[in-house]
């Protein structure tokens, strides 16, 4: 497909769980970003990747969220040991330089029990 | 820090009216801004952008204004239409980091 890809669409997990959340942008794509959504919220900045440099990742909100890219394509961030406060819609998006457009994947919904 | 508020989290109009979402940032250096709507179970997408050589740019029916003397910024949707109901973002894209403001829930009275 043309757009960003995210999966899975929805995840029910255990507390204390690890889970792992995956984002394929646009191809051609150099900039991607997390962001978190809890229900009814705006958009929580998690982490933003650019090129080759190093990722920015000032609104990770706990050592328990990481991210890696990839090979500059593919995404996967990964929260380890749940808790119910991490139950959020996880929205991955994708931006070439010469525009500030963001491309949006549809998220992944992940519930924490 | 960098933020971008909305003045209003809800809004709800009458269908045919015309809605006006406003949205309010703290950088003064900003000078890119793009407003996205998200519609139920979607990720944001792109409606209309501005530059900040600009003070008004109009889309299809829709209109996004830029007051960079009080660091505001507004969109206006002629006609409101069902379809118009979602969440509204504005987002300061300027810097490297694209900041989003809170949201403003759009509903639309048939």
């Known amino acids: 497909g043309a757009g960003v890809s995210q999966s899975p669409s929805n995840k029910v997990t255990e507390k204390g769980k690890d889970v792992e959340l995956r984002c394929d942008p646009i191809s051609g794509h150099t900039a991607l970003y997390w962001y978190r959504q809890s229900l009814g919220q705006g958009l929580e900045f998690l982490i933003y990747?650019?090129?080759?440099?190093?990722?920015?990742k000032s609104g990770l909100p706990s050592d328990r969220f990481s991210a890696e890219r990839t090979g500059g394509s593919v995404s996967t961030l990964t929260i380890q040991r749940t808790q119910q406060e991490d139950s959020a819609v996880y929205l991955c998006a994708s931006s070439t330089l010469n525009t500030g457009e963001l491309f949006f994947g549809e998220g992944s919904r992940l519930t924490v029990l | 820090g960098e933020s971008v508020g909305l003045h209003l989290p809800t809004l709800s109009v009458q269908e045919g009216d015309n809605s006006i979402i406003n949205c309010a940032y703290s950088n003064s250096a900003s000078d890119y801004f793009i407003w996205y709507k998200q519609e139920s179970g979607k990720g944001p997408q792109f409606i209309i952008d501005i530059r900040s050589n600009m003070d008004k740019r109009q889309g299809q029916r829709v209109t996004v204004l830029l007051n960079k003397t009080v660091k505001h910024l507004s969109l206006q949707i002629a006609a409101t239409q069902p379809g118009d109901s979602a969440v509204y973002f504005c987002?300061?894209?300027?810097?490297?980091?694209?900041?989003f403001g809170a949201g403003t829930r759009l509903f639309v009275k048939a």
């Open positions: 990747f650019q090129g080759n440099s190093a990722p920015d």
């Open positions: 987002a300061d894209s300027g810097g490297f980091k694209t900041i």
